[in-house]
């Protein structure tokens, strides 16, 4: 039974940090392309970071550029998203995201969804 568990989330004030963490149960993990989809009410889920299956290429939103950090560990199948200088636009409920396939950073098209983790930033 595949499962993503993600955790991390909180309420954190403008201007800090958080890391977000993806435990997952999906094999072969290290050939997964690997994302993080945010969430907010009456929008349509939106894809901030994706890492391929090889871990070579990444690629981000352009609102989180240079404040967020997508990562794998794949020997404890793992996701990490490290986020700093959050601001209040990047509330919302933060799914951790898998697809066989590396277009899926591109199509926005994951199969595999965790139950999201809920990140406040307080202004």
């Known amino acids: 039974q595949w499962q993503l568990v993600e955790s991390g989330g909180g309420l954190v004030q403008s201007g800090g940090s958080l890391q977000l963490s993806c435990a997952a149960s999906?094999?072969?993990?290290?050939?997964?392309?690997l994302g993080w989809i945010r969430q907010t009410p009456g929008s349509e889920p939106k894809e901030v970071a994706c890492?391929?299956?090889?871990?070579?290429?990444?690629t981000y939103a352009d609102s989180v550029k240079g404040r967020f950090t997508i990562s794998r560990d794949d020997a404890k199948t793992m996701s990490y998203l490290q986020m700093k200088s959050l601001a209040p636009e990047d509330t919302g409920v933060y799914y951790c995201?898998?697809?066989?396939?590396?277009?899926?950073?591109?199509?926005?098209?994951?199969?595999?969804w965790g139950q999201g983790t809920q990140v406040t930033v307080s202004s």
């Open positions: 995201v898998a697809d066989y396939s590396d277009r899926a950073c591109s199509t926005n098209q994951f199969s595999f």
């Open positions: 999906i094999f072969p993990w290290e050939y997964y392309a």
């Open positions: 890492i391929s299956g090889s871990g070579g290429n990444t």
